[in-house]
């Protein structure tokens, strides 16, 4: 069994981001950060992003609106943010507060700045295989860990447990793509799938993205397979300090002896989704007729 060493990857795609934006002639990428309220995940999520931009040489705008903000209000910001040619991509950072419709502000931030990758467009962009798009960041990440460790997918079974518009849906359209690295055939699988460790037994690669702590167990897990971990879950911990502990959605001590490679949590997939999320931002700043 070898780990996939996610922070190792983000690292390394950091990295080349840096000498890819020092040579860009003009401004620096732009990315403004919008987080309503103090969710302290949230704060620490925008406080690692801010920190990936000023590694990378990217400008971050922090704007932290009142948690009472109502829905035009925040509209409205995102409109002065689309309309700004200084900002290259906009970022909202979720969950938003329960009196927001967080899918309609994800919708108003314009598809050419959109680099969380959630517009309408970029969807549909990534179902016709339009590389102008911009794709959801864990997704494109996923895709990224499997190239960049070797990992070929082509004639292979992906097995993508979770639907969500988030992971499940685009890291299967990604799997399917007519790319040298992907080519698979993707089973998506779901909370209303019948007999569903029979299919994922089936997995030559299986994503696991379900949103359930240690949901996947031995009994679901093909040997051999490569295992990606999407899951990040708060499990009761009295042993640690902050009483939990983090795990993802497979229950690593059972599955990890019987796979190839599997993904850990933490430091597999979440590295990868901020990288991620810098390279679409310079992808837009290079897509941005507005250079200055």
């Keep these: 069994m070898e ?30 950060l919008v987080r309503v309220g103090e969710d302290p995940a949230s704060v620490s999520y925008v406080t690692k ?42 970022l909202v950072q979720s969950p938003l507060p329960k009196h927001l419709n967080e899918v309609a502000v994800f919708r108003r931030i314009s598809a050419e700045k959109d680099v969380d990758g959630f517009h ?4 549909g962009k990534l179902a016709q295989e339009d590389d102008t798009g911009f794709v959801a960041c864990t997704p494109a990440g996923i895709m990224e860990l499997l190239r960049r460790s070797g990992v070929p997918l082509s004639g292979k079974h992906v097995v993508v447990l979770g639907r969500s518009l988030i992971v499940g849906k685009p890291a299967a ?51 051999g397979a490569v295992v ?42 979440g590295p990868m989704t901020v990288a991620m999320l810098m390279k679409n931002t310079v992808k837009a700043r290079r897509q941005n007729p507005v250079k200055g």
């Design 3 to 32: 780990l996939i060493d996610g922070n190792k990857i983000a690292a390394e795609i950091i990295a080349e981001l840096k000498a890819e934006v020092a040579a860009l002639p003009g401004r620096k990428p732009c990315l403004a």
């Design 228 to 269: 990606i971990d999407v899951g990040v879950n708060r499990v009761p911990d009295a042993t640690k300090k902050s009483g939990y502990r983090l795990t993802g959605d497979v229950h690593f001590p059972t599955v990890a002896p019987l796979c190839s490679r599997i993904t850990p949590v933490p430091g597999g997939v």
């Design 173 to 223: 359209l990604l799997a399917l793509q007519r790319h040298p690295w992907a080519n698979a055939t993707v089973t998506v699988c779901h909370s209303q799938t019948v007999n569903l460790p029979a299919l994922t037994r089936q997995a030559d690669v299986l994503i696991a993205a379900i949103g359930r702590a240690e949901f996947v167990t031995a009994d679901m897990v093909k040997p």
């Design 120 to 123: 309408t467009m970029n969807l």
């Design 49 to 90: 992003k801010q920190k990936s931009s000023a590694e990378i040489g990217i400008e971050s705008r922090l704007i932290f609106p009142p948690v009472t903000i109502s829905q035009e209000e925040l509209f409205a910001l995102v409109d002065q943010l689309n309309a700004d040619p200084g900002v290259d991509g906009i």
